[in-house]
């Protein structure tokens, strides 16, 4: 017998990189009835360094879905569960009273270049890659517990466990240590056909299985929140709560991505490009990766580390008293910058911007890139550096997306979500570069709507996941502009061109940032 009638209401808490977004869904037709965000800094005192505070994030969590809850007027016995997203590939080390001993190390920390590269070179990275699902790469927790073994090697020795975010709010909740197969796959240790943890990576990284969370299915169900948590958010203590899934794959069950022929891109604070397979697939060269959504669902594509973290840069730093120009207008900075940029024609009028502040991930994976204005001249100014800015991030999506065709085959469509799919202006542009058409669901926040659908999945209100493309209502269609496509495909060439020619200056800049 179904508890909807009685229990409405879903939860989902979304835990990102800047900000912790939660809503309030109606499970009956996927509705989102309230919604709250909640921000939080990252700490970069040197470029390769990005660290968040645990605790910042927790109460995050905790204060987004008390807020949510009292925006939708929800009672707490009219919760049917609360269902979690999380960004990918935190680390942190925890003493046994669960206290953390390091703050939560984030995708975009960049310390661990060095044994990355020392990894491929050295230990069978590309096999080691074949059966985690995870590139080798500074982001991924294994490198940088191989890092920690050398470079903190008091600390790796006393922590009782590494954890990621999701895990350690679930442990505020409920005392104990469970993570997700999806967050597992994307940790760098974990074995994709096994569903457990990967001895020679354990091995590598100088730990034990015991010293990690213990596995289990993303629709794995915790119950007994601790009681004091409990009414601080509106909750019952014996709400169920879903383990649920990494925010990208669910991005793709929340946007409808699942048929072939569509691709998944969301940009939040970085980026990615993703298509459904239906059994683990990875790359022969490594430039992919292959995270669980379900034991019989996987996601395969590749992430960028400079998404929406671009734009916010150009906001704080570039283009400072044109955002409080905005500001001063009653308009949000975002929207009147990107006024600005579309003053500029397709192609910035020969400007390019090689986004590449925090390193880069997909295709290429190289840490040490950074960020490049090429083609700069006299006759540019601040507007066309901002359009720059925002075509090349786009540039970066296309180059991942050219290596997922090689796997999944040409794309007919794409799905687009994340906080990029707020602006037409960006969506277009997409469309333009891709050549691709761009669809926007209604509801924009994606990984929400997936962890409410993995949640009715998890309680046994659905089958399967084929009721998401009833909530899926989409909206706005970009064509592409064919002038604007052959624009911007001999741009992209130049690009890539630009990027790759910089090989070895690249490791020559990261270098001296380092000192």
Known sequence: MS??????????????????????????????????????????????????????????????????????????????????????????????????????????????????????????????????????????????????????????????????????????????????????????????KALDWDEEALALAGITADRLAKPVSTTHILEGIEPGVASAMGLLPSTPVVAGATDGVLANLGSGAFEPGIFAVSIGTSGAVRSVVREPVTDPEGRLFCYALKEDFWVIGGAINNGGIMFRWVRDHLATLEAEEGRKLGLDPYDHLTRIAEGVPAGSEGLIFLPLLAGERAPYWNANARGVFFGLSLAHEKKHMIRAVLEGV??????????????????????????????????QIMADVTGTPVVVPDAIEASGLGAAQLGLLALGEVKDFNGIHAWVRTGNRHEADAAHHETYKELTRIYMEVYHQLGSQFDDIAAFQKK
């Open 3 to 192: 508890l909807l009638a009685k229990k409405p209401y879903i939860v989902a808490a979304d835990i990102g990189t800047t900000s912790t977004k939660t809503l309030v869904i109606r499970a009956a037709d996927g509705t989102v009835l309230a919604s709250h965000s909640i921000e939080y800094p990252l700490y970069t005192p040197k470029a390769d360094v990005a660290e968040q505070d645990p605790d910042e994030i927790y109460r995050a969590v905790v204060d987004g879905v008390g807020a949510v809850i009292r925006k939708a007027g929800a009672a707490p016995e009219e919760i049917l569960c609360v269902s979690f997203s999380s960004a990918m590939h935190s680390l942190i080390a925890v003493d046994r009273g669960g206290n953390p001993l390091t703050r939560c190390i984030t995708w975009a920390d960049n310390r661990a270049a060095a044994v990355a590269d020392r990894i491929k070179k050295e230990h069978q990275g590309l096999e080691i890659y074949r059966r985690t699902g995870t590139p080798i790469h500074p982001m991924s927790p294994f490198v940088k517990l191989v890092w920690m073994k050398d470079a903190m090697k008091e600390l790796h020795a006393a922590a009782h466990k590494f954890i990621g975010i999701k895990e350690y709010v679930h442990y505020k909740w409920f005392g104990d240590y469970y993570i997700d197969y999806s967050c597992a796959s994307a940790t760098g240790l974990f074995n994709l």
């Open 394 to 427: 786009i540039y970066r999506i296309h180059s991942v997306a050219e290596a997922l065709v090689e796997t999944a085959g040409k794309p007919k469509e794409i799905r687009a979500s994340g906080g990029f799919a707020r602006s037409p202006f960006w969506r």
